[in-house]
């Protein structure tokens, strides 16, 4: 059972997680968080995570794979926190996770009793709305821990602006 969330309780903030994957449907969450959080006196938890490897043959060169993957998780979330900060004065929480993204996003929302609300985006494609988004829908968002924020790749910075 989920911890209950301290969001609103005094020396706490209400966090919005993003989940960082660098797709370009990925920015509208990113603007959608960091506006509500700004509007709301919020934060903004930027998580990326890393699949882990599958090459165990010898420790050195996965080692070498994980810190290589590390790096690229670490320049990745950087540049979206500087995209970040030319949105909004809100500075990011920055985290990165290795294992399979659905368990990781869970227990971060578990072991941070401040998330409460993870921001995700659909993409606009033909192919559907995106991994994460398909994945959390099949599983049923009803059984999610926290509310789900969907925002449309479609969606122009200004009725973004207007709405949040």
């Known amino acids: 059972m989920m911890r209950p969330r301290r969001a609103r309780a005094e020396g706490h903030k209400r966090k919005f997680l993003v989940v960082i994957d660098d797709t370009p449907e990925c920015v509208r969450a990113l603007r959608y968080a960091a506006k509500r959080a700004e509007r709301t006196n919020g934060a903004v938890v930027l998580l ?43 500075e990011p929480e920055l985290v990165i996770r290795e294992g399979k993204r659905a368990e990781e996003i869970r227990q971060l929302i578990e072991e941070d009793e401040d ?10 494609g033909t192919e559907g709305p995106g991994p994460l988004v398909t ?17 449309p790749e479609t969606l122009t910075d200004e009725i973004m602006d207007e709405i949040v």
């Open 48 to 90: 990326f995570v890393t699949e882990p490897s599958d090459f165990q043959h010898w420790l050195g060169v996965e080692e070498v794979m994980r810190a290589e993957a590390m790096e690229e998780a670490e320049n990745i979330l950087s540049r979206f926190a500087a995209r970040m900060s030319e949105m909004s004065n809100i």
């Open 115 to 124: 998330v409460a609300i993870l921001v995700l985006a659909a993409s606009g």
């Open 135 to 151: 994945s959390i829908a099949q599983k049923g968002a009803g059984a999610f821990p926290i509310p789900v924020t969907i925002v």
